[in-house]
């Protein structure tokens, strides 16, 4: 079975550009994640996807959004790039608890360097 | 809102020594994780905890869950090089909002 897919593995943007990152969740899950690894900082929680709909959103500015498509791959957008925003980008996916137990598995992430 | 704890940070053993790592979380959740992450890699899933009392257990690693003291342990038995990566524990709050607080991670070398 094929795990959690992102793209791209790497992306070289500069400040006031935007990115666009893509996930691609297990075959059968219907949520997907969105956090953000930036060094110093840990893991925090960005967005929650489930079913086309955003569920949950942590504390980010609104220049970060997504959406999630009814394949149930999702996009993560960052506009207005900042030096800041340089990350490991890591997507999840699960399903939920009335379809399973809620576990979620990561992609391999998408590394964003802003210069 | 949830706060998640994870003591020590850093963790250098030597091969065959037992270790544990501790989880403290600061408010109910129904739900705690335990993931891998080797360096520049993804994070891998290790062990899923959903009542007071539960414990697994793969290989030489062992988690469990105590939901009163709101404490997870993770302990390392006769630990072997291959063990070396940070390990996570991640609580979600309960609710069902399914976002998961993550601990700052604990690094652990093993040394031979």
């Known amino acids: 079975e094929a795990g959690v897919t992102q793209s791209p593995t790497h992306l070289i943007k500069t400040r006031g550009q935007q990115a666009t990152l893509r996930c691609s969740p297990i075959s059968g899950h219907t949520s997907v994640y969105w956090y953000q690894q930036a060094l110093g900082l840990g893991l925090q929680f960005l967005l929650w996807y489930d079913e086309g709909e955003e569920r949950n959103r942590g504390n980010f500015p609104p220049r970060f959004s997504g959406r999630q498509f009814p394949n149930y791959s999702s996009e993560l957008n960052v506009n207005a790039l900042e030096l800041e925003d340089s990350a490991l980008y890591l997507c999840?996916?699960?399903?939920?608890?009335?379809?399973?137990?809620?576990?979620?598995?990561f992609g391999p992430g998408t590394r964003l360097t802003v210069l | 809102e949830l706060k998640v704890e994870q003591n020590p940070l850093f963790l250098s053993m030597q091969e065959g020594k037992n270790y544990t790592i501790y989880c403290n979380y600061s408010t109910t959740s129904d739900r705690l994780y335990w993931y891998r992450q080797d360096p520049g890699k993804s994070l891998e899933s290790l062990f899923v905890l959903l009542s007071n009392g539960a414990v697994k257990q793969e290989g030489r690693l062992m988690a469990s869950l105590d939901t009163k003291a709101r404490l997870s342990t993770l302990h390392i038995t006769a630990a072997v090089h291959d063990l070396s990566a940070t390990y996570f524990c991640a609580v979600a709050q309960q609710g069902g909002s399914e976002k998961l607080v993550f601990g700052k991670g604990t690094k652990l070398t093993v040394n031979p």
């Open positions: 999840a996916s699960s399903l939920l608890w009335d379809r399973g137990v809620p576990e979620q598995f």
